[in-house]
């Protein structure tokens, strides 16, 4: 079998996608999730100007070639345009590979670990009470684990309110727009937030939270301490991973599981944490972190420390990168949850899919490949639109701080 073509399809139903199309001599094609958030364009042109004319004439059953020649051969190793560039390669020749067996890709990792694939809603609202409300909302969708984000009192913009219920789009503009800060009025606010929500939903919900990289190690410890009475599943992005090391300090002082990596894209971002079991969940999913091949290789890492999966499933990532997940969720045997912010009706539209959701699980679908396609005459009617994400400063002298 030999890859005769392969082509970028850049579309925005209702926000921004970067897909890859792989097409064979065999007439079977593939397709891979490239989106990088706020920085679409730079993939699209890695992938264009630099990894497809590599791919012509190579043959797509070999997988892992490929992946070694993408990643090793650029010389420039690693990091988010690379590895999402590569990720989009390797979901689409995953796709290939199993369309060729004619089997749902999980069956061709492995088969299925479990029934379904437990995933978490996500409940925000402008203050304690509607987010509670949102909460129910969810328990009432069937969600069994549901993360919540509440506003802040004397804050203007928040990270995790959306505008609209079901669909939330940190990339809010044409220039990255400003957010405020200030961790005391967040570390005061956010213990009663899951006070009540706690009380309103009772024990056997799970949640969440993320506090989006914004506090120190000493202050992740603080709140990690403050909620360990309403037992999250976890607590996630406390602090910038950059410094693994810096977890030591947090583990010292909560029970609170942590999870970190939605922002990682190899194993080297999180190697130290997952060996010294400074983390709980790896949310390192197929779109940024050099898809299925190297994915598989942090999951069986993680499972040697009994951290177990947490695959990041925002609306920036494409529906083709939920398919692929949900294949490597039912697989993977150190499984721990998969987020699933739903995607609009435009974006589902442009992306069919066979995965579905039923009570708080959903399940990839046996269609052979990872069992989502991309209709390209809709996507054309969605022509990129340049957006940002949020930059974030502190309330009080203007400091820029991790959005
Ligand atoms: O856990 C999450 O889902 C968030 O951290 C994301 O919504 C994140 O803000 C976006 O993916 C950034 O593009
Ligand atoms: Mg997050």
């Known amino acids: 079998m030999k890859i005769t073509s392969a082509k970028v399809i850049v579309c925005a139903p209702s926000r921004n996608f970067v897909t890859l199309k792989i097409e064979t001599d065999e007439g079977l094609t593939g397709i891979g999730d490239a989106t990088l958030n706020g920085r679409e364009l730079a993939v699209a042109s890695y992938l264009t100007d630099h990894v497809i004319p590599c791919l012509i004439g190579r043959d797509p059953q070999q997988i892992e070639d490929i992946w070694q020649y993408l990643y090793k051969g650029a010389y420039w190793r690693r990091g988010p345009v690379t590895m999402s ?97 200030s961790t005391e009025k967040y570390l005061r606010h956010t213990p009663e937030l899951f006070d009540k929500v706690r009380a309103a939903v009772g024990p056997d919900i799970h949640l969440l939270h993320d506090a989006h990289h914004r506090l120190t190690p000493i202050e992740a410890g603080r709140l990690g301490k403050d909620l360990e009475p309403y037992r999250l599943f976890w607590l996630e992005d406390t602090t910038p991973a950059e410094n693994q ?61 009994q951290v177990r999966t947490g695959c990041h499933g925002a609306t920036d990532l494409s529906p083709v990168c939920m398919g692929a997940a949900l294949n490597f969720d039912l697989w993977v045997p150190n499984f721990g949850i998969q987020e699933y912010m739903r995607h609009t009706e435009e974006t589902d539209a442009v992306f069919p899919h066979a995965y579905t959701f039923k009570d708080g699980y959903m399940h990839p679908g046996e269609t052979p490949g990872h069992g989502v396609t991309i209709d390209e005459t809709l996507a054309a009617k969605y022509p990129y639109q340049r957006a940002y994400l949020p930059v974030n400063r502190l309330q009080h002298d203007g400091t820029l701080c991790s959005w």
Request: some cysteine; hydrophobic content about 40%; aromatic content about 10%.
């Open 245 to 305: 090391e810096s977890f030591r300090l947090i583990r010292q002082h909560t029970t609170t599981p942590l999870a970190v990596g939605e922002i990682f894209n190899t194993i080297w971002d999180c190697k130290d944490l997952i060996q010294n079991q400074l983390i709980d969940y790896i949310r390192a999913t197929v779109v940024h972190a050099g898809g299925i091949t190297h994915l598989r290789r942090i999951a069986d890492f993680a499972a040697l420390y």
């Open 85 to 181: 560039a590569i990720a989009g390669v390797d979901t689409a020749l995953w796709d290939i590979k199993a369309k060729a067996a004619n089997m749902p890709l999980y069956q061709l990792l492995g088969g299925k670990s479990r029934t379904g694939v437990m995933v978490y809603g996500h409940a925000n609202g402008k203050d304690i009470g509607h987010t509670v409300e949102e909460v129910l909302r969810y328990k009432e969708m069937g969600y069994k684990a549901i993360r919540a984000q509440s506003g802040v009192p004397g804050l203007e913009k928040v990270y995790g309110v959306g505008r609209g219920t079901m669909f939330y789009e940190p990339a809010d503009a044409d220039l990255p727009s400003e957010h405020d800060w």
